[in-house]
């Protein structure tokens, strides 16, 4: 007669099953995108198409070493102060032009101008206004990361349930209360879908803004390596903006469950 399996090694079975898929799914594309990377670079046999193992080297030596302080650190900073101003910006323009409708018809038309205009291009007229500092590089990441927080909070503003304000009207809900638990609150899924395109645009605009006429920073150490032909070294600093992007989408990700915890709960 044969031994009864354990109490806990059927859940334990599944639960082992359950990793393997999860690390399947979340490692198994990236496996294999650099394994067909690896086969391209031997068969090219191209100097500007580095193996994994020698990008791996490169960013070992390049970033972790005096680099990582005097160029990837102060772009972070950058981007973030650029991404929080754009935050207060976006978030305290946009509630009060999406309560008025008298507002919002004035500011429109100047709205939908200043948001056609694509950053890049505003770089050269930026460095005139404000120099070639930091503060240059923070207006240029502003620039471009305000109208999508600026807009989706217009929009997440006008669509508040009409049934809440008046419930709200009705107990006497005004002034600091109604703004943070009933607009700010109720519009925060815009919002935060706003904040995390403005994400995005933040890095690319960081990396711009840091090619034109500047010293330090991940951009202009990329463009460095390229000019020199350290291809090794110009595709680690691409690795590590694409490592940068995606710690801070995970961040951000935490960040959203937290703050729109009731939103998801209302809709399961």
Same mark, same amino acid.
């Given at each position: 007669?044969?031994?009864?399996?354990?109490?806990g090694?059927?859940?334990?079975?599944?639960?082992?099953?359950?990793? $393997?898929? *999860?690390?399947? #799914?979340?490692? $198994?594309? =990236?496996?294999?995108?650099?394994a067909?990377?690896?086969?391209f670079?031997?068969?090219?046999?191209?100097?500007?198409?580095?193996? =994994?193992?020698?990008?791996?080297?490169?960013?070992?030596?390049?970033?972790?070493?005096?680099?990582?302080?005097?160029?990837?650190?102060?772009? &972070?900073?950058?981007?973030?102060? /650029?991404?929080?101003?754009?935050?207060?910006?976006?978030?305290?323009?946009?509630?009060?032009?999406?309560?008025?409708?008298?507002?919002?018809?004035?500011?429109?038309p100047?709205?939908? %101008?200043?948001?056609?205009?694509?950053?890049?291009?505003?770089?050269?007229?930026?460095?005139l206004?404000?120099?070639?500092?930091? /503060?240059?590089?923070?207006?240029?990441?502003?620039? /471009?990361?305000?109208?999508?927080?600026?807009?989706? *909070?217009? @929009?997440?503003? #006008?669509?508040?349930?009409?049934?809440?304000?008046? *419930?709200?009207?009705?107990?006497?809900?005004?002034?600091?209360?109604?703004?943070?638990?009933? &607009?700010?609150?109720?519009?925060?899924?815009?919002? !935060?879908? /706003?904040?995390?395109?403005?994400?995005?645009?933040?890095?690319?605009?960081?990396?711009?803004?840091? !090619?034109?006429?500047?010293?330090?920073?991940? $951009?202009?150490?990329?463009?460095?390596?390229q000019?020199? %032909?350290?291809? =090794? @070294?110009?595709?680690?600093?691409?690795?590590?903006?694409?490592?940068? $992007?995606?710690?801070?989408?995970?961040? %951000?990700?935490?960040? @959203? #469950?937290?703050?729109?915890?009731?939103?998801?709960?209302?809709?399961a």
């Open positions: 007669m044969e031994d009864a399996p354990a109490p090694a059927g859940r334990r079975a599944s639960g082992a099953k359950g990793f $393997g898929r *999860t690390l399947l #799914r979340v490692l $198994g594309l =990236p496996v294999l995108l650099i067909g990377w690896w086969v670079s031997v068969w090219s046999e191209s100097f500007y198409v580095p193996t =994994p193992p020698r990008i791996a080297q490169a960013f070992a030596e390049t970033w972790f070493s005096r680099r990582l302080f005097d160029d990837a650190l102060p772009s &972070v900073a950058r981007l973030l102060a /650029g991404y929080a101003l754009a935050t207060v910006l976006g978030v305290g323009l946009g509630v009060p032009i999406g309560l008025s409708v008298r507002l919002r018809a004035a500011a429109e100047v709205l939908e %101008f200043f948001r056609a205009i694509p950053p890049p291009v505003l770089v050269p007229l930026i460095m206004l404000a120099g070639i500092d930091n /503060g240059m590089k923070i207006l240029v990441i502003v620039s /471009g990361c305000v109208w999508p927080i600026l807009l989706n *909070t217009v @929009e997440g503003v #006008r669509a508040l349930d009409e049934m809440l304000s008046d *419930t709200c009207r009705v107990y006497g809900v005004r002034g600091w209360s109604r703004l943070r638990h009933l &607009v700010l609150r109720g519009a925060s899924p815009q919002i !935060m879908a /706003g904040l995390r395109q403005a994400l995005s645009i933040g890095i690319i605009l960081m990396v711009i803004s840091e !090619m034109f006429a500047s010293s330090s920073g991940l $951009g202009f150490t990329i463009v460095l390596f000019r020199g %032909f350290a291809i =090794p @070294e110009m595709w680690s600093g691409i690795l590590l903006l694409g490592l940068l $992007g995606f710690g801070l989408s995970m961040l %951000f990700r935490m960040l @959203e #469950r937290r703050v729109l915890s009731w939103h998801w709960s209302h809709r």
